[in-house]
């Protein structure tokens, strides 16, 4: 009975030995197939040593360079925008007349509106101040107009008589010229020129048809732009009041700002241009006269309308004057015509546009070009009209609103801070005792300087 406990005791201790031995394999195959914590992961067994390393796959965006991400982004964006510009062409092509009869309207007022300012000054009421400026504008414009038409009616017999004594003068001259051409070599042309009218007379025909269209929306357009004057005149401060609120809010500030600049900018253009144009005609109708040219009258009335249309206007008009002057006259009147021109022209681009137009309204000679050819593309001759002007207020409008902006990131930014506080810390007076550092106590601590929280005035970026 003494060995029983003692065998009992072996087989004990022979299964408390082979427990812990099942725990430590239990626990290295825990170990190898997961985690700890319980979770299932993959038991991937490594490679072996021979087999030749793979570098991993950079993301797909990592991939593409730089410089190439950036062209996308801006790329995409582009093409948006020339979506957007290309639908609002359309919508204006398609509302044309409309949109260059208020675009005239707005013109007109710039030019009539600082008389109406004047006349309230003076005590008038506004309509009546209103009502004043604009029969008198509107009385001035139809004289001209009407001036215009009258001479030319009371000249053409003159000019036509002019013209075929010229055209025969140009025949003898080209039969004597060194050009060896013949009489019937003229008279060729002559007929080629006659069939030519006699072939397309359908074509002239539905031109005049289509002219008298012309002359019905060309009326439409004027009855529009008179109406739109009265009441750009009469309430034009609260009609750009109502048109600031289809702007989102967070614009409106700054557009409230750009708003009376770009006013400014569109009255000193008009009034320097009208003033430009109407000393061209004068001093250029002066020299047609006294060198006795027909229709001198006309000619200095369209020099003024053309001086509208900056370089290519004067070009044209200056054109037709020396070629009057070459048709009715001869070689050396047409030759000091041109001298007059061109004089008179050097004197406008160097003196009389710095002077009177300002810097204001100053546009680059490349930019004016362009405009003016863009603007005759889309719109004929009152797109090339309107076109300087458009691009002098884009000029006020877009360089206020980046002032404005850098001020307002300026204003509303978060404050320097580290090295940068340093750097721009303003400099004590000689003499005075240097503010110590934020976050240290001295005994010459005072009290904080007040903070003030007015806005900082608005920056000078155009004309007051």
Do not use: C
């Not at 009041?241 to 700054?254: D, I, V």
């Not at 006269?289 to 249309?309: E, N, Q, R």
């Not at 889309?378 to 609103?401: D, E, H, K, Q």
């Not at 404005?404 to 400099?427: F, K, M, N, V, W």
């Amino acid at each position: 009975m003494s060995k029983l406990p003692g065998w009992l005791g072996r087989v004990g201790a022979e299964l408390t030995e082979l427990g812990e031995r099942l725990g430590e394999r239990r626990a290295e195959a825990a170990g190898d197939d997961g985690p700890a914590d319980g979770s299932v992961r993959d038991n991937v067994p490594a490679p072996p040593d021979y087999a030749p390393s793979v570098a991993a796959k950079p993301e797909p965006v990592a991939a593409i360079p730089w410089g190439m991400r950036v062209a996308a982004e801006a790329a995409w964006r582009l093409v948006v925008l020339a979506i957007l510009l290309w639908v609002l062409m359309k919508i204006i092509s398609t509302v044309q007349l409309v949109v260059m009869a208020f675009v005239g309207a707005l013109l007109v007022t710039a030019l009539l509106q600082p008389t109406v300012a004047r006349l309230k000054k003076w005590g008038l009421p506004r309509g009546l101040a209103t009502a004043v400026t604009a029969f008198a504008g509107f009385i001035v414009m139809g004289l001209i107009g009407w001036f215009v038409v009258w001479q030319v009616v009371e000249n053409i017999d003159v000019l036509s008589d002019r013209v075929t004594d010229g055209i025969d003068e140009l025949k003898r001259w080209l039969l004597n010229s060194p050009f060896h051409v013949t009489e019937q070599q003229i008279n060729d042309l002559a007929k080629s020129l006659s069939d030519a009218i006699g072939t397309n007379t359908e074509e002239i025909t539905s031109a005049g048809i289509q002219g008298v269209t012309v002359v019905v929306e060309l009326l439409t357009g004027i009855l529009l732009a008179v109406f739109s004057t009265l009441f750009l005149l009469y309430d034009g401060r609260r009609i750009w009041e109502w048109s600031l609120r289809l702007f989102p809010a967070a614009a409106r500030p700054g557009l409230a700002g750009a708003g009376p600049r770009a006013w400014r900018t569109l009255t000193a253009y008009v009034r320097g241009t009208l003033i430009v144009a109407l000393i061209d005609a004068v001093f250029i109708g002066l020299g047609l006269y006294f060198l006795d040219v027909p229709l001198a009258v006309p000619l200095a009335v369209f020099i003024f309308l053309g001086a509208f249309i900056p370089l290519v206007g004067a070009v044209i008009s200056g054109a037709l004057a020396v070629v009057v002057a070459l048709v009715t006259q001869d070689v050396f009147t047409a030759l000091m015509v041109l001298i007059v021109v061109l004089a008179v022209q050097q004197i406008e681009g160097h003196v009389l546009q710095p002077f009177i137009l300002g810097r204001a309204v100053r546009v680059h000679p490349l930019a004016v070009v362009l405009a003016v050819a863009t603007g005759g593309l889309v719109a004929g001759i009152a797109g090339a009209v309107v076109a300087v002007p458009l691009v002098a207020v884009t000029n006020t409008v877009v360089g206020y609103l980046r002032a404005y902006s850098q001020e307002r990131s300026l204003r509303d930014g978060p404050g320097p801070h580290g090295a940068t506080a340093l750097d721009i810390a303003p400099t004590p007076a000689p003499g005075a005792t240097a503010a110590p550092p934020a976050g240290s106590a001295g005994p010459a601590a005072g009290p904080a300087a007040p903070v003030s929280d007015a806005p900082p005035a608005e920056p000078r970026n155009g004309q007051e």
